[in-house]
């Protein structure tokens, strides 16, 4: 009987170690690494999610809700970002594990010499990242038939290659009747409703109801508070 366990182990190792990032349809992010010491800390989350989709992969945060009749959890690897940093160097490596926790791809490491942490942390993932980039990720594997249904969150936003996103930006989800702005939490900030006119909105947020507008190239949200008229500036990525 030992034999026979030890033997089944061996062969299960061996076909896990041959498995690569190309037999997963799906990848999914954290949205808080054992490092961090809240979500999305120094957004290091919301870029990896974005810069995994950029390669090609099929992305989503371990938040999103997905269909419960899609279970199977090993067609699914996990991106996690592991800490290796020490004293005036930091260092990051990327690791693909599957559902068993085996470490089906490991980045290069990527490291930064930047005083101020949330710089350092980026600037190392980015260079982390270069290596995942040039795997060339395509899966390889036969597609599921069930659909999955996910929140849509910061990275699923289509953006322009190398887009600047600033911690103000807003991304707007499609919902009934219109869209809801979600900030890099992802938090629900606002929801604006279509009306006849492709640039204006109807919008109401925390009990405030107004209007979403652009007005030379830029979003303002408007309302009334006190009788006096309020205008916001945003930032949202459709």
Do not use: H
Not at 132 to 161: C, H, M, P, R
Not at 166 to 172: E, H, I, M, N, V
Not at 187 to 207: E, H
Request: net charge neutral.
């Amino acid at each position: 009987m030992k034999k026979n366990f030890l033997l089944i182990f061996a062969l299960f190792s061996l076909f896990a170690s041959a498995q690569t990032i190309n037999d997963f349809e799906f990848v999914l992010v954290p949205t808080k690494f054992d490092f961090q010491d809240s979500q999305n800390e120094y957004r290091l989350n919301t870029i990896l999610k974005y810069r995994l989709a950029e390669f090609g992969f099929d992305v989503r945060f371990t938040s999103d809700q997905i269909n419960a009749n899609y279970n199977d959890r090993c067609l699914y690897l996990t991106a996690y970002i592991v800490n290796e940093s020490r004293f005036l160097l930091t260092k990051l490596r990327v690791e693909f594990r599957d559902c068993n926790n085996v470490v089906v791809f490991k980045s290069d490491l990527g490291t930064s010499k930047t005083k101020m942490r949330k710089d350092a942390y980026i600037e190392a993932l980015e260079k982390a990242l270069l290596s995942v980039k040039e795997a060339n990720y395509k899966f390889t594997g036969k597609k599921t038939e069930q659909t999955v249904l996910a929140t849509v969150a910061e990275s699923d936003i289509a953006a322009e290659k190398n887009e600047v996103i600033s911690d103000k930006t807003l991304f707007a989800q499609p919902i009934a009747n219109g869209f809801q702005l979600v900030d890099a939490t992802p938090k629900v900030v606002l929801k604006i409703f279509k009306t006849s006119q492709p640039d204006y909105f109807l919008a109401n947020a925390d009990g405030k109801e107004g209007v979403v507008l652009k007005r030379n190239n830029t979003w303002f949200f408007e309302y009334y508070q006190n009788d006096k008229l309020i205008s916001e500036r945003l930032e949202i990525k459709f």
